[in-house]
């Protein structure tokens, strides 16, 4: 039997089951990402890669799987957060407050340029 590894209980909640094999937990780790991406811009509250990390504490991946899987979930939160923040469900207050969290000092700029991507220019 293949081995199956549990996801971190931050992201359970996003997605169906509690256990991938190795080449499902990729995609399963992104499309949890992106949830928690997407719950994180509401609260105007921005993960750091070591928090990310700090997710994965005590799972046993081997050492094949686990940089590959971080950088997906890392990747799919990342795009989470930007598809929140250019999407028009949040208060346009939110979304400065959001941007200015993820971006800093240059966030109005940031923010500029995801909208012109999210509107295909």
Request: a negative charge.
């Amino acid at each position: 039997m293949a081995a199956r590894y549990p996801l971190p209980r931050e992201l359970t909640r996003y997605v169906a089951g509690d256990s991938f094999a190795p080449d499902e937990l990729r995609k399963a780790c992104q499309e949890a990402g992106e949830g928690l991406g997407r719950d994180d811009a509401r609260e105007a509250r921005f993960r750091s890669a070591a928090e990310m990390v700090e997710m994965w504490r005590g799972l046993d991946l081997p050492a094949w799987v686990a940089p590959y899987v971080l950088r997906d979930a890392r990747l799919g939160y990342l795009a989470g957060y930007g598809e929140a923040l250019v999407s028009g469900e949040l208060a346009e207050v939110r979304v400065r407050a959001a941007a200015e969290v993820r971006w800093g000092e240059g966030w109005r700029e940031k923010l500029a340029s995801a909208r012109e991507r999210e509107a295909g220019g």
